[in-house]
C-alpha cells in the first residue's frame, strides 16, 4: 500500500466484487455506479491508520491482524477449489482439435470457428454464474451483456485458461498457481473499464489487452446487430 498511500488523493476506492457483480449493465455511469463515494472520500484516514499501525499502535495493528486472518482463510477456501479450475480446463483442451492446439501455442485465435467455439463458452459460463449469483436479480439483455463484470470476468478467466491450454494443460500446475492466476483475471476484468494495469506481469497484461479487443469486437458485433433491425411502428 505504501505507494498508493504516496498517492492517496488520486485513488479510488471500488464497491464489493458481489455488489459489482450484480450491477445491470448499462454502458452510461458504469464506472461512477462501481465507485464506492464514501470510502473513496475516507481513504486518507485509512492511509493514516496504515501508517499508525507501522508506527506501533497497538489498536490499528489488531484491525490489521483480524483482517489478515480473514483475507487468507478466503485465500485458503480459493485454494481448496482449484481442483474444480484445473478439471474445467482440462475439459476445456478437450474441445480443441491438434490445429487449434497448434495456433493456441502461437496465441493466435485462427478460425472463425475457433473463436466462436470461444465466444460460446464465454456465453454459457456467464449463464451459469448469472443463474447462481445471490445479487442477480434480472439477466443482462444482449446490449447490456458485454459491459457487465461478470462477462468480462469470464472473457477473462477463458483468456487466462486458453494459456494454461497452450503449455499442455494445468494437470502439472501447483494449486497456489492457479490461485493467483484466477485472482489476477479480477483485476483484469477490472481494468477493462478503467485505464489499464499497474504492473509488470506480462500474461496479466496480455490477458487484460486481448480481454479489452474481445470486448470490443463483442460491443461492435452487437450494435451492429441492432442497426440491422427495423425500426419499431409507432403505436
Known sequence: ME??????????????????????????????RMIDQGETRRFDRYCRALIA??????????????????????????????????LAIEEMAGDFNDIDLKFLRRDKFITNEFFDKFVKTVMQVSVVL????????KFPSSRELPYT???????????SARIWISVGGAGKAKPEKLRNDMVDTFFAAYATYFDG??????????????????????????????SDRPPLSPP
Do not use: N, W
Open 197 to 226: 494495469l499497474f504492473t509488470c506481469d506480462r500474461k496479466l497484461i496480455e490477458i487484460y489487452e486481448e480481454a479489452s479487443l474481445l470486448i470490443q469486437e463483442f460491443i461492435d458485433v452487437i450494435r451492429a446487430r441492432s
Open 3 to 32: 505507494i498508493l498511500i504516496e498517492y492517496q488523493e488520486q485513488v479510488i476506492v471500488l464497491k464489493p466484487t458481489s455488489f459489482v457483480c450484480s450491477l445491470r449493465g448499462r454502458p452510461t455511469g458504469m464506472q461512477r
Open 53 to 86: 499501525g507501522r508506527h506501533g499502535d497497538s489498536s490499528v495493528e489488531a484491525q490489521l491482524l483480524a483482517r489478515g486472518r480473514a483475507a487468507t482463510a478466503h485465500m485458503d477456501k480459493m485454494l481448496a477449489s482449484m481442483t474444480e479450475i484445473r
Open 149 to 159: 463484470f461478470i462477462f468480462r470476468l469470464v472473457v477473462c478467466m477463458l483468456l
Open 130 to 137: 448469472f443463474t447462481k449469483h445471490p445479487y442477480v436479480i
